[in-house]
C-alpha cells in the first residue's frame, strides 16, 4: 500500500527564520513520482515540485529546496528566509508511474509564518 | 493560459437532493482528476479520465456518486440522494499527460444541510 506522512500538523515560524517540513512516504513500487503543493487560504493547490523516484538530486528554487532521501523514504521541503506570503497549508504527494497517476496526499502541513 | 475552472465554487443542498459539479479542465489536457477534500485532510482520489473513458474509478465512495466526460473536455461529477457526510471540498485537476503533474482547480465547496 502507499502512504503519505507530514506528521507536523502546524508550524509558526517568524518572518525570516528558516523552516524545514518533513515528508515521509511508503510505497512497494521501486518507480514512482513524488510532489510537493501549496494550499494558500484562496483554497486552489499550486504545483511547487515533482521528482522521480530515480533523481535523488536536491533541487533548490529560488527560497525553496527539496531533499529527497530513498534510504529514509523521506522528502523534505524547507523554505529559508520565510515570508508571510508562504503562509499556506503545503501537501506532500506520491503518485504511481504508470497505471492512474493517481496521487496519494499527506494531511498536509499547515505553515504560519507571522511578522 | 486559462488554468482549471469549476463551478459553482459553492453549492449548499438540502439532504436528499441532487447535484452536479462542473470542470472545466486546461485545453489539450487529456487526464482529468476528482478528488475530495475534507476539512483538515489531504484531498482523496475519486475518480480518473482518460479522454471520454473513466479509467479508474476505485475512489468512488458509492453508487451515488458517478461521474462524465462525454467529449473529452469538460467533466461533471454527479451526486445522487446527498448526504450531510458528502460535505467537502470537491476539486478537479487536469494533466497533458499521464505522466505530468496535475494543474487544481479552485475547487467547489459542498454542503449538504
Redesign the interface.
Known amino acids: 500500500a502507499q502512504k503519505v506522512t507530514q506528521a507536523q500538523t502546524e508550524i509558526s515560524v517568524v518572518e525570516k527564520e528558516d523552516v524545514t517540513l518533513d515528508c515521509v512516504y511508503e510505497t512497494r513500487d521501486t518507480t514512482y513520482y513524488l510532489f510537493w503543493y501549496k494550499q494558500p487560504p484562496s483554497g486552489e493547490l499550486v504545483f511547487l515540485i515533482r521528482r522521480n523516484s530515480f533523481d535523488e538530486q536536491n533541487e533548490i528554487s529560488g527560497r525553496y529546496s527539496w531533499n529527497f532521501q530513498k534510504s529514509t523514504s523521506s522528502f523534505n521541503f524547507t523554505i529559508t528566509a520565510s515570508q508571510v506570503v508562504d503562509s499556506a497549508v503545503y501537501f506532500c504527494a506520491l503518485s504511481y508511474t504508470s497505471g492512474t497517476y493517481k496521487y496519494i496526499f499527506g494531511t498536509g502541513t499547515r505553515l504560519k509564518v507571522l511578522a | 493560459g486559462a488554468g482549471v475552472s469549476q463551478t459553482p465554487s459553492n453549492k449548499v443542498t438540502e439532504k436528499g437532493k441532487y447535484v452536479e459539479l462542473r470542470c472545466d479542465p486546461i485545453s489539450g489536457h487529456t487526464?482529468l482528476?476528482w478528488?475530495r477534500q475534507s476539512l483538515?485532510?489531504?484531498?482523496?482520489?475519486l475518480i480518473?479520465f482518460q479522454g471520454t473513458g473513466a479509467?479508474?474509478d476505485s475512489?468512488l465512495p458509492n453508487d451515488r456518486f458517478f461521474a462524465v466526460r462525454p467529449e473529452g473536455s469538460v467533466s461533471t461529477l454527479k451526486i445522487q440522494r446527498t448526504e450531510r457526510g458528502d460535505s467537502a471540498?470537491y476539486?478537479c485537476?487536469s494533466?497533458p499527460g499521464?505522466?505530468g503533474?496535475?494543474?487544481?482547480?479552485?475547487?467547489t465547496r459542498l454542503t449538504v444541510t
Open positions: 487526464a482528476y478528488y483538515g485532510q489531504g484531498p482523496e482520489f480518473y479509467a479508474d475512489g471540498m476539486l485537476a494533466s499521464t505522466s503533474e496535475q494543474y487544481f482547480g479552485p475547487g
